[in-house]
């Protein structure tokens, strides 16, 4: 018999947990309660639990599971915090976001193709979420009526991390990205200290292939 997509979510979680890409409690108990499926058109639902990247349209994908696991983890999102997802597609970042700050916290999207804007407030509205809010534009330049932020996650590949986003990042502030040349990235980590002054790491996770970040 077919498993439900509850059990499917369940030993996908529990599969990163056994590769170790799922560490902390946090980052299981937020894997465990978001539906992926709701951000997946109607008739791709099946495919919700493959740890892979999906086709969302518009040219663009849903990230694999163990690669958000893996930045997830990086950025260690702790409750109440301010986060910044730049390039924030269908919206499953965002909702995974959410469950970790909690309500106290706050969510902040910016997403390139407008479309997508409008998809990603829909799928967050199906899942309850309330936290959240997306805003069409150029991440690259960061989202600076609303900076600080505790932490930023940059979900497209960029070649080095745009200058804007390390102002835009608060002291004792997180940000993970991927970056390097359009077939390969490598996780890079930048870690603020209290005065402010930003430190690069280059944590080693493997290599990755994100959807470029355009730059304008
Ligand atoms: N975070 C998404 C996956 C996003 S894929 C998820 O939940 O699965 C990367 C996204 O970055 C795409 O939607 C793409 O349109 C967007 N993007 C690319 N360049 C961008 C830019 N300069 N500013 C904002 N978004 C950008």
New binding site residues.
């Given amino acids: 018999m077919q498993e439900s997509l509850e059990e499917q979510r369940a030993g996908l979680v529990k599969s990163m947990v056994q590769r170790g890409v799922i560490e902390s409690t946090e980052l299981f108990n937020a894997f465990m309660k978001v539906k992926r499926e709701l951000?997946f058109r109607e008739e791709n639902r099946q495919y919700a639990y493959v740890d892979s990247a999906f086709p969302?349209g518009?040219g663009?994908?849903?990230?694999q599971p163990s690669t958000?696991a893996v930045m997830l983890e990086l950025l260690q999102v702790k409750k109440g915090l301010k986060v910044l997802?730049?390039?924030?597609?269908?919206?499953?970042?965002?909702a995974l976001l959410s469950e970790l700050v909690g309500k106290k916290g706050r969510v902040f999207g910016?997403?390139?193709?407008p479309e997508?804007t409008s998809v990603s407030l829909a799928n967050l509205k199906k899942a309850g979420i309330e936290n959240v809010s997306v805003q069409y534009?150029?991440?690259?330049k960061g989202l600076l009526e609303k900076a600080p932020f505790d932490r930023i996650l940059v979900?497209?590949a960029c070649e080095e991390v745009p200058q804007a986003l390390i102002e835009q990042l608060a002291p004792k502030g997180r940000l993970v990205a991927p970056v390097g040349p359009r077939h390969t990235q490598r996780m890079v980590l930048v870690l603020k200290n209290e005065k402010g002054k930003a430190e690069t790491h280059y944590p080693d996770r493997g290599y990755f292939v994100?959807?470029?970040?355009?730059?304008?």
């Fill in positions: 951000f969302i518009y663009q994908t849903i990230s958000i997802e730049v390039g924030s597609g269908c919206g499953y970042v965002l910016i997403e390139i193709v997508l534009g150029d991440g690259s979900s497209a994100f959807v470029p970040l355009r730059e304008y």
